[in-house]
């Protein structure tokens, strides 16, 4: 790699360490983030900072000033050249004059793929692509799946003892993990636009389902909740919280319209999903979450739905916790219920395995092939 290389991956790192400052925010656009380098100095910095403001390129445009004309702006997904929430950035970086674009990797909705990049080389600006591509791609599962297939991405999240059981015989699981585990899973509930669960777990655990990180800070993601007969508890704290994020009750369309309304009066949204073998389908969920631009959920559980979600392929991400504990007894309940296939060749296989340590726990972190799913 010659030194020009070698810079140009300097500065794109700096923007991808910038992009990170948006998670939980921009969704359903990327994290991007962007560096306006002139004579080997960082001019401007900024990164798409909240969905529907400006973009990262016009962040730091607007930090660099003047100073950006005759500069090379590293920006980590291409610069758009049309008009949605925000003008265009193309027509911002040219009004600038920088003088040379170098982009992680290039805008991966169909209609719009390259069109950023051929303007401005059009325009007489130096575009160099491809830089850090593969790290810019890693940090953006979520929105790389729901713009290539309009489904969002999807994480299965569980803690387990050793033997395999996420709680007793009685249905308690507090607390299977420990404290760092469980900052890690409300990091997660950030990151996320979704977390979905099944009415039994709201009905045996009565979880909250929101943010809590250390300082405060975050956003609360969509309350999904899987009620085939709508047989959640009106005074459940998922629907009885404050908080800004909606809960979603997802039911048969069978289900009567005097069911409905106690929970509509407590402000929760009853959202209407076909069945099979009387549990909603996952993949029309999946389906319908996606067209309402929620580009990524988090499955908490219970067992069936962890079940039924890999039995369905909706799954993209693994995260599994495993406490330095055992239960010594058959009688728990297992991460997955179901049936299972018949042989271990038919074994859902995870690729690019990690482990990881919090305090006392292992996580386990997998995806599947390919990373932006099987549907």
């Known amino acids: 790699m010659n030194a020009s290389a070698v810079k140009d991956r300097f500065y794109m790192q700096m923007a991808l360490d910038l992009a990170l400052k948006g998670t939980g925010y921009t969704s359903p656009n990327p994290l991007v983030g962007a560096v ?11 990164y798409h ?18 100073q950006a004309r005759g500069a090379t702006l590293y920006v980590t997904l291409e610069p758009c050249n049309h008009t949605g929430r925000t003008p265009p950035c193309t027509a911002t970086i040219l009004a600038a004059g920088i003088r040379r674009v170098v982009v992680a990797m290039r805008d991966p909705n169909p209609g719009v793929k390259g069109g950023g990049s051929t303007y401005l080389r059009r325009s007489g600006i130096d575009v160099v692509e491809g830089v850090a591509e593969e790290a810019a791609r890693r940090q953006n599962p979520f929105f790389l799946k729901h713009i290539q297939t309009g489904m969002p991405f ?31 899973v409300h990091e ?3 990151a996320v636009d979704a977390i979905l669960v099944g009415v039994d777990t709201v009905k045996i655990d009565n979880p909250s389902l929101t943010t809590r990180r250390p300082d405060g800070s975050g956003s609360d993601p969509t309350r999904i909740i899987l009620d085939t007969r709508l047989s959640i508890p009106v005074n459940a704290r998922v629907l009885t919280q404050t908080s800004t994020a909606e809960t979603i009750v997802v039911t048969s369309p069978d289900v009567s319209a005097a069911k409905r309304q106690p929970l509509i009066d407590n402000g929760a949204r009853i959202m209407d999903c076909p069945c099979r073998e009387d549990r909603i389908d996952l993949t029309a969920l999946m389906k319908r979450l996606g067209a309402e631009s929620i580009a990524s ?5 219970g067992s069936r739905v962890s079940g039924s979600a890999l039995r369905s392929g909706i799954v993209d991400k693994l995260y599994f916790f495993y406490a330095p504990k055992l239960l010594g007894g058959d009688d728990g ?43």
């Open 49 to 66: 900072e909240r969905y529907g403001e400006a973009h990262a390129e016009v962040n730091a445009l607007r930090q660099a000033g003047a």
């Open 36 to 46: 306006v380098v002139k004579d080997q100095k960082v001019v401007g910095r900024g």
């Open 297 to 301: 959920v988090l499955i908490e559980g």
């Open 333 to 375: 309940v297992p991460i997955c219920r179901g049936p299972g296939p018949e042989r271990m060749q038919d074994c859902l296989n995870i690729a690019d395995m990690t482990v990881h340590r919090f305090g006392r726990d292992v996580m386990l972190e997998g995806n599947f092939s390919p990373p932006t799913g099987r549907h």
């Open 154 to 184: 999807v994480i299965l999240k569980c803690a387990a003892t050793l033997d395999g059981r996420i709680a007793t015989r009685t249905g308690d699981a507090q607390w299977v993990s420990g404290d760092r585990s469980r900052q890690f």
């Open 188 to 190: 997660l509930r950030h």
